[in-house]
């Protein structure tokens, strides 16, 4: 009997794939054509998206990246980082205070090999409206050592996170800030 190598059930093979055989149901529900290449693929064997949203075959999906920044597909080459494409970069270079899945593309490291540390600050302010004058009094202070991020835990506040350095170098950046944080 002819036997689906996918459902199992003997149902009449209606197409013939990498040595698998797929009755209808089968072949519609998981064979579909690469929008990019148009070869046949299973897609519960693994498939993407282009920037289209079209689906694709694994391997064309290589060629692609999702930017969780702007929620949307963008080839390789306009690939910032991990969590950001080219465009959302400039945006973000503009933010005072970023989104809180940021990270500089290269961290910046102060002080000699080799035991750095990081500082995450949480700050709170008193209200909304007050956020953006704090921030960038801070940023004012520690300049380029620090970035901001917003936190999901933190109601009218940021985050102040620092770029790796030896406890020396902390001790020594940290000083303007801690002898007069903004009020
Ligand atoms: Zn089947
Ligand atoms: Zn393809
Ligand atoms: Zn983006």
């Not at 093979?13 to 690469?34: D, P």
């Not at 050592?145 to 009218?156: E, M, T």
């Amino acid at each position: 009997m002819p036997c689906c190598n996918s459902c199992m059930r003997d149902r009449p093979v209606h197409e013939t794939f990498n040595g698998n055989n797929y009755c209808e149901t089968c072949a519609s529900r998981q064979l579909s054509t690469c929008s990019d290449c148009e070869v046949r693929f299973d897609s519960y064997v693994g498939h993407d998206y282009n920037v289209d949203g079209e689906m694709v075959c694994h391997g064309c999906g290589k060629n692609y990246f999702y930017c969780e920044t702007c929620d949307s597909r963008h080839l390789i080459e306009d690939r910032y980082n991990q969590y950001c494409c080219n465009a959302c970069r400039i945006v973000l270079e503009t933010q005072l205070i970023k989104p809180y899945n940021y990270v500089p593309k290269e961290p910046k490291f102060y002080g000699k090999a080799p035991f750095f540390m990081g500082v995450e600050l949480e700050v709170e302010c008193d209200a909304d409206s007050e956020v953006n004058t704090k921030a960038k009094q801070v940023v004012k202070i520690l300049g380029d050592f620090v970035y901001l991020k917003n936190d999901g835990s933190l109601i009218d506040g940021f985050e102040i996170v620092s770029h790796p350095a030896t406890l020396a170098q902390h001790k020594l950046l940290w000083n303007a800030f801690l002898d007069n944080p903004p009020k």
